[in-house]
């Protein structure tokens, strides 16, 4: 069975600090992606990225980076010089890569409050 | 591009009577899934459609819930009769048939039951 474990409920930041959500997964799976997804206010999910088990490469993309770490079943996101257009729910997400049972496991979900 | 687009955005109703949600995939997209997210928790999966077919419905919490995607368009989860914990955020979701299976979601049907 497939799991993601969000600790973090709830962070508040104040603008421009740095600030790291974490994620902790759980698979049986060899093949598996990884993903973040951003629900504003208005209440869509965004997707903001997916990341292939093979691929332990850490990305950044402009104030967004994450770091993903295989031995310790991790895929944590990091928003640097937060703003407060930055606030939002944040979910992480797994799936398996390979079959038809193509659903998306999901954490509980992060509050995150970027305070002016 | 039109995105993922859901029907209505909230619904207030009373236990016992039944609401039928609708979802738009993208134009083109072959899978349609559905989500809930029950406050505070995580967003969990119901079922996935192929098509017109039912690909996984091992979410599906009771037979109350019933799904359809007649002709692989859009589709409609009906919940009949309502329970006080039906309440939540229903999200569907759609994708093009392939290996990298990014969704994409809509905004979500607020579902209270009083």
């Known amino acids: 069975a497939q799991k993601v474990t969000q600790a973090q409920t709830e962070i508040s930041v104040v603008e421009k600090e740095d600030v790291t959500l974490d994620c902790v997964y759980e698979?049986?799976?060899?093949?598996?992606?990884l993903f973040w997804y951003k629900q504003p206010p208005s209440g869509e999910l965004v997707f903001l990225i997916r990341?292939?088990?093979?691929?332990?490469q850490n990305e950044i993309s402009g104030r967004y980076s994450w770091n993903f770490q295989k031995s310790t079943s991790s895929f944590n996101f990091t928003i640097t010089a937060s703003q407060v257009v930055d606030s939002a729910v944040y979910f992480c997400?797994?799936?398996?890569?390979?079959?038809?049972?193509?659903?998306?496991?999901f954490g509980s979900g992060t509050q995150l409050t970027v305070l002016p | 591009e039109a995105g993922v687009t859901q029907f209505p955005s909230h619904s207030v109703i009373e236990k016992g009577q039944t609401v039928t949600l609708r979802c738009d995939p993208i134009?083109?997209?072959?899978?349609l899934y559905w989500y809930r997210r029950v406050m505070g928790k995580e967003i969990k999966f119901l079922l996935h459609?192929?098509?017109?077919?039912?690909?996984?419905e091992s979410g599906m919490p009771n037979n109350r819930f019933l799904a359809e995607r007649t002709g692989g368009t859009y589709s409609t989860l009906k919940v009949q009769p309502a329970e006080l914990e039906d309440s939540g955020v229903y999200f569907c979701?759609?994708?093009?048939?392939?290996?990298?299976?990014?969704?994409?979601f809509g905004p979500g049907t607020r579902l209270t039951v009083l």
């Open positions: 979701a759609s994708s093009l048939q392939g290996a990298i299976n990014e969704q994409f």
């Open positions: 698979t049986r799976d060899t093949t598996y992606y």
């Open positions: 990341r292939n088990s093979f691929d332990e």
């Open positions: 997400a797994l799936s398996e890569a390979y079959g038809s049972a193509r659903q998306l496991t």
């Open positions: 134009s083109g997209h072959d899978n």
């Open positions: 459609f192929v098509k017109e077919s039912k690909q996984d």
